[in-house]
């Protein structure tokens, strides 16, 4: 929480109710998610947190580092909390959509050498390869 306090302080926000049931209620969830899909929880349980105030305050917690970009099905955006996963990237086959997470130091290496290449500040970055997985691979051979 406190990560997530002192980016909005150097943003110049405030750490409003609204943002801090957010925050916590991305700490509880353990699976991929999109916006809506968070809204509907609050939804359910009858607080009084608008769709627009959660899909302003994912772009925050994006910045300050406590969830990542993630997929799921169809066109969304969707995220996932930084947890003790830490920071991944993800394979998705395009026939069966199923989703595999990977690191590799050496990818991360090479993008920190190009942040500085071009002297560009990292606020943050996903990777997602796309193609098909061993099942669906062997299905065209």
């Known amino acids: 929480?406190?990560?997530?306090?002192?980016?909005?302080?150097?943003?110049?926000f405030k750490y409003t109710y609204e943002r801090r049931k957010i925050y916590e209620?991305?700490?509880?969830?353990?699976?991929h998610f999109d916006a809506d899909q968070l809204h509907e929880k609050f939804?359910?349980?009858?607080e009084r947190i608008s769709r627009d105030t959660v899909y302003r305050t994912l772009p925050l917690l994006l910045?300050?580092?406590v969830v990542q970009k993630s997929v799921g099905p169809g066109k969304?955006?969707?995220?996932e909390k930084l947890s003790a996963k830490g920071h991944h990237d993800?394979?998705?086959?395009?026939?069966?959509?199923?989703?595999?997470?990977?690191?590799?130091?050496?990818?991360?290496?090479?993008?920190?050498?190009?942040?500085?290449?071009?002297?560009?500040k990292?606020?943050?970055?996903?990777?997602?390869?796309?193609?098909?997985c061993p099942k669906c691979g062997q299905k065209g051979a």
């Open 63 to 65: 910045e300050a580092g």
């Open 90 to 120: 993800h394979l998705i086959c395009l026939d069966c959509g199923k989703i595999i997470e990977f690191k590799n130091q050496e990818i991360e290496v090479l993008q920190d050498k190009i942040y500085e290449q071009y002297r560009f």
């Open 122 to 132: 990292s606020s943050f970055h996903e990777l997602r390869l796309y193609g098909q």
């Open 76 to 79: 969304r955006e969707y995220f």
């Open 1 to 12: 929480m406190i990560e997530f306090q002192k980016h909005l302080d150097q943003k110049g």
């Open 25 to 31: 209620e991305v700490q509880r969830t353990e699976s």
């Open 43 to 46: 939804k359910k349980r009858g």
